[in-house]
């Protein structure tokens, strides 16, 4: 696509419900970046992926927190059983050596626990 | 470990005036990238100029550009005639040059808030 898209762009929730996140990077992107962003607050780096691997995994804040990728494309992030202070907005962003690796956001999802 | 400070959390500037956002970094490594993005209220991340850190030259994109001091591991943001749609949050960020060991991930600074006054 022309640029990175996720979905939903807003999601409301319940605490202790489980909750997917969807990224599309741009097309032929092969870097894959999730972050998050609490209410004024900066990006919070949460996995990285390369292809479909996800080689630093260091950001995941609990085990409640997984994504996967798959065809080296389309990646969802996971939230199990939310806690309010899960609220936030989730950025995703890709990038390649193609765009001089630099890295292109999503507009986000913006997730609230209630 | 790399980091990023911005120690300016808001600042204003009247319209048409110039207005600078202050950075600065820490790094050990020699090769990297550093980057201002924009984020206005619809949270889109919007890139707004790059720099490469072997570059001694700073980098311009039309009224925006950049001071970038590598010795003093400064990267400040000078935005020239401002206008009202330039009232954003304005981060700074740091990434390992391609190669390295080092994922790619960007490193960000808290940000700035940029108020643009009629």
């Known amino acids: 696509g022309a640029g990175v898209s996720q979905s939903p762009s807003n999601k409301v929730t319940e605490k202790g419900k489980d909750v997917e996140l969807r990224c599309d990077p741009i097309?032929?992107?092969?870097?894959l970046y999730w972050y998050r962003q609490s209410l004024g607050q900066g990006l919070e780096f949460l996995i990285y992926f390369q292809g479909n691997s996800a080689p630093d995994k260091s950001g995941l804040p609990s085990d409640r927190f997984s994504a996967e990728r798959t065809g080296g494309s389309v990646s969802t992030l996971t939230i199990q059983r939310t806690q309010q202070e899960d609220s936030a907005v989730y950025l995703c962003a890709s990038s390649s050596p193609s765009s001089g690796n630099t890295i292109y956001f999503g507009e986000g999802s913006w997730l609230t626990v209630v | 470990a790399q980091t990023v400070t911005q120690s300016q959390p808001e600042m204003s500037v009247q319209e048409a005036e110039t207005v600078t956002l202050s950075c600065t970094y820490d790094t050990s490594e020699s090769d990297y990238y550093l980057f201002w993005y924009k984020q206005p209220p619809s949270r889109q991340m919007i890139l707004v100029i790059r720099q490469e850190a072997y570059k001694q030259q700073n980098a311009t994109e039309n009224r925006f550009s950049v001071n970038f001091q590598k010795a003093a591991k400064s990267f400040s943001l000078k935005i020239s005639d401002s206008q009202l749609g330039d009232a954003a949050m304005y981060f700074c960020?740091?990434?390992?040059?391609?190669?390295?060991?080092?994922?790619?991930?960007?490193?960000f600074g808290q940000g700035t808030t940029l108020q643009v006054k009629p």
């Open positions: 097309s032929g992107h092969t870097a």
């Open positions: 960020a740091y990434r390992s040059g391609y190669g390295s060991s080092n994922t790619g991930k960007l490193i």
